[in-house]
């Protein structure tokens, strides 16, 4: 059992030119706090746990989470379903490159904006 998708593959193609690898580690630790949290890569948080998937059964385990937190990176695209449509979802990619996905996701370039995001909603 999980609540929170962390997807937290380091940018590496440009789109967030901000990227900081230690905050999103804090980010991820302060959501670990609250929710029960797979994450996708890596990472110092100590509450989390890690797990290694193809993209399609990360987007399988996006159905069953409460809310995703994604950087915009190739692992990310399976979370983008007809069927995960329903799934709060807060993408990491700087604010000129926002992108439709058919759907309202917050895009943020920076760790700061998105727990912003993330308290407003109701998740940290």
Request: proline letters at 6%.
């Given at each position: 059992?999980?609540?929170?998708?962390?997807?937290?593959?380091?940018?590496?193609?440009?789109?967030?030119?901000?990227?900081?690898?230690?905050?999103?580690?804090?980010?991820?630790?302060?959501?670990?706090?609250?929710?029960?949290?797979?994450?996708?890569n890596?990472?110092?948080?100590?509450?989390?746990?890690?797990?290694?998937?193809?993209v399609?059964?990360?987007?399988?385990l996006?159905?069953r989470?409460?809310?995703?937190?994604?950087?915009?990176s190739g692992?990310?695209?399976?979370?983008?379903?007809?069927?995960?449509?329903?799934?709060?979802?807060?993408?990491?990619?700087?604010?000129?490159?926002?992108?439709?996905?058919?759907?309202?996701?917050?895009?943020?370039?920076?760790?700061?904006?998105m727990?912003?995001?993330?308290?407003?909603?109701?998740?940290?």
């Open positions: 059992d999980f609540d929170a998708l962390v997807i937290n593959c380091p940018p590496r193609s440009g789109q967030c030119p901000r990227w900081d690898q230690g905050q999103m580690d804090t980010l991820i630790q302060e959501i670990g706090e609250k929710h029960r949290v797979l994450v996708t890596p990472t110092t948080a100590t509450n989390v746990t890690q797990i290694d998937r193809t399609c059964q990360i987007g399988n996006a159905l989470a409460k809310f995703v937190v994604a950087v915009a692992a990310h695209w399976g979370i983008h379903s007809v069927w995960s449509q329903d799934v709060p979802t807060y993408l990491f990619l700087d604010d000129p490159l926002k992108l439709d996905y058919g759907r309202d996701i917050p895009h943020h370039g920076l760790v700061c904006g727990r912003d995001e993330l308290r407003k909603d109701g998740w940290l």
